[in-house]
């Protein structure tokens, strides 16, 4: 029998890591690194209880894959250990490349996705473990002939949103998100390589599409959660043009590099070992060292921000189920003008708009398969009782400083 590690998750209870690869990359510098990644961003401006990591997630979502390809092998599925072991690194590395709170930041200090970034670390990890993980590239990259273990990894109804989902409504406490993931998983199967769902599980189902809607209001676009999250992209934007001007007093020196160059998707295929090890060393706490240095810098635009953020006294944030007008606009650029006394290149770092979505469920992705106790396949929105929204919920916002405390000002 494989020993292994027993590691005590506060969702799931006892779970295994079996030593061998997994318990070597989970070990590995690059991935320790998630450890100080937030798995939500600032959402514990809101929900104190959400401190919880990109780490945590990695390793609750290898459990459900483990308990997944458990459920599939029992029914006969044909996965053979090295699959098993593949589809594991697979899920285990998915959120690899995520950057200082995940993706808040993601195209702000570098320009290529997360999604991009963990391809590269993987294939960084598989010259250092001598080509043990070409499957489980393969199965992130949804090239694998066993197609079924790519959709466990990405999809609309995968391990990786199913743990996601558990773990940040155990965190933050909002119970709209829990999902019955224990028995969604008893419902998986395989027909035609294609991972399919049973009927009986439907359900399930339709109350994991629910949770996910829910939580993405309720969790991910709160207003006030994505008043923090602007406040922290504009503070990472002021500080490069002050840089780029040498008007920024201190920088710490694992931020320098992606404040000096402008990274794309070509630097990272010309000089990858490079640009992955300047990456990895970037965690949540540079950021925020950083905003405390900041808060006392001489350009009062940084220095402003950086307290308002630092003491949650944070910009005001209004959704429209409209585009926000251009009256609207000039209205609260004159009251911000009225108190700032700045130019128009301070008003852009107090005042603007932008607008986010919500999509449960896409008709453009592969659907959700349903298999019918007569043994037919058939999509999700076939199966249920009402008419699954056929595209996302848009909303607009309009965010905003307000005249704050004049300790704050000082």
Known sequence: MQKSKIINDPVYGF????????????????????????QVSLAHYVYPGAHHTRFHHALGALHLMQEALSILTSKGVEISPHEQ??????????????????????????KVSHEKLSIAFMEALNITFEGKLTEAISIFRRTHPKYFLSQLVSGQFDVDRLDYLSRDSFFTGVTEGVVGYSR??????????????EEKGIYSVEKFLIARRLMYWQVYLHKTVLAAE????????????LHKRNQLQYIPSSLKYFMDNDITED????????????FAALDDFDIFSAIKEWQNEEDRLLAFICKALLNRELFKLKFSDVPISSEKLLVEESNIKSWWKGDDEEISFLLFSGKE???????????????????????????????????GIE???????SNLKEKTLS
């Open 85 to 110: 072991t593949s589809a594991c690194i697979a899920i285990l590395l998915h959120d690899i490349g995520h950057g200082p709170f995940s993706h808040t930041l993601e195209n702000t200090l570098i």
């Open 395 to 401: 909303k607009y916002y309009l965010c905003y400083a």
């Open 230 to 241: 602007n406040m922290l992209i504009k503070i990472i934007e002021r500080a490069r043009i």
């Open 15 to 38: 779970i295994q890591i079996p030593e061998g690869i997994l318990l070597d990359l989970i070990n590995h510098p690059y991935f320790q690194r998630l450890s100080r990644i937030k």
């Open 267 to 278: 630097h990272l295929s010309e000089n990858a070992l490079f640009l992955l090890d300047k």
């Open 184 to 197: 969604i998983i008893k419902m998986l199967s395989v027909s035609d390589g294609a991972l399919v769902v």
């Open 357 to 391: 979505s919500n999509r449960a469920y896409s008709y453009a992705q592969e659907e959700i398969k349903i298999l019918t106790k007569e043994g037919i396949v058939k999509p999700m929105s076939d199966c249920v009782d009402y008419p699954l929204p056929p595209g």
